[in-house]
């Protein structure tokens, strides 16, 4: 149990395992003490890790105020019990019971065959300055959900100055909510390895204040070894904002053979454009797709109900290169099987590309809908 009002320091590798349940109260700070400092939840063991909006669990750098950098530790990460399709195992296939997939920054394995599986509860906590490169290309994240399964509660989770993802999904099955990511130096949002969960509202705030420099707002996979690997990554996610920067690259980037759907979001200000597929796998996806349905079983790639606007500076919203076997651009995709996307102003407050600004929409912006309206 690590209480409310102490400071807590993760130095190396700290997991909680053989059945445990680590407890978080509100309030509590979590340091990393240094270079491969890391918190990990084995797939045999729970966390519950509740804050609350006045006093949320801060997992930090343990560097001193004003001298704290992105990857200056790892971050926490969660080992499920839920599918996932990895590299290395035979034919790309699932995952046995056992779990065969090894999780990014060597922190472990993961996977198995229960989507429903419970790995504990986390709310109102914030992870900042971690995502540190173990080797070349192999680094942890703020938040690494390694095959989630939907007993695990997963809401009001803010990362902030991460190095490399600020939330990624590897695998599973998981539901979520109320997610908050600024400043980070990767991807806002990211899913591999096969993942089929939900998420509804996330701010993304790639902004390039303090040096940050943020790359896409999500970047979604299927799986970087085997394209069309069997059980194959159907995100849905909706009521997004993401909002880029100078030093971007794409809001949404699906791509390597990912199923998937955001639907009722805003997405502005990326230095390349708003969304973008990629990859023969992807678009093939795409055939047979039914628009607006947030469901992960209705198949298909989606884009629906979104706002896109000053992108590409301002250019092309859509990427333009042609792909995938009917040699369609995303934007001649989009405008083929979805009607309900606008490229219009949002009307986001004037500090809204801010870390500390002010996110949503003014009076009179058409992002705005009265439910109870005739």
Not at 40 to 58: H, K, L, M, T, W
Not at 165 to 172: I, S
Not at 214 to 237: H, L, Q, T, V, Y
Not at 292 to 302: D, I, N, R, T, W
Request: aromatic content about 10%; overall charge negative.
């Amino acid at each position: 149990f690590w209480a409310t009002g102490v400071t807590y320091r993760v130095n190396g590798r700290i997991a909680v395992t053989n059945g445990a349940t680590l407890t978080i109260a509100p309030g509590a700070v979590v340091v990393g003490a240094g270079p491969g400092s890391y918190l990990v939840v084995e797939r045999d063991a729970n966390i519950n890790a509740v804050g609350s909006q006045g006093a949320p669990i801060i997992m930090t750098s343990g560097g001193a105020p004003g001298s704290q950098f992105p990857g200056d530790w790892g971050g926490l990460v969660i080992h499920g019990k839920a599918v996932a399709n990895c590299a290395g195992i035979t034919g790309c296939g699932l995952t046995s019971v056992v779990g065969d997939c090894e999780s990014e920054g060597g922190a472990g394995f993961f996977g198995g065959s229960d989507d429903d599986d419970d790995s504990g509860e986390l709310r109102f906590v914030r992870v900042e300055y971690a995502g540190q490169e173990i080797s070349p290309n192999n680094e942890l994240n703020a938040f690494t959900f390694n095959a989630q399964g939907t007993g695990t509660t997963l809401q009001y989770l803010q990362a902030h100055r991460g190095t490399d993802d600020l939330f990624e999904w590897f695998g599973g099955a998981s539901r979520s909510s109320y997610f908050v990511g600024t400043g980070g130096d990767d991807d806002g949002l990211d899913w591999q390895m096969g993942f089929r969960g939900v998420h509804q509202f996330a701010v993304i705030v790639a902004t390039d204040q303090d040096g940050a420099n943020g790359d896409k707002g999500i970047e979604a996979d299927n799986n970087e070894f085997d394209f069309s690997c069997p059980g194959e990554s159907n995100a849905r996610m909706a009521n997004l904002t993401l909002i880029g920067s100078p030093l971007t690259a794409n809001g949404i980037h699906l791509r390597r053979g990912t199923n998937g759907g955001i639907f009722n979001s805003i997405i502005v200000d990326w230095v390349s454009t708003g969304f973008r597929m990629q990859h023969d796998e992807t678009f093939d996806n795409g055939v047979g797709a039914q628009p607006g349905l947030f469901s992960p079983a209705s198949g298909g790639v989606s884009f629906d109900g979104n706002i896109l606007f000053g992108n590409n500076g301002g250019g092309d919203q859509y990427d333009q290169t042609p792909y995938g076997t009917l040699n369609q651009t995303t934007e001649q995709f989009v405008t083929a099987n979805f009607t309900n996307n606008r490229i219009v102003d949002p009307l986001l407050d004037p500090t809204y590309d801010n870390v500390d600004g002010v996110w949503r929409p003014q009076a009179g912006s058409p992002a705005l809908f009265d439910n109870n309206a005739a």
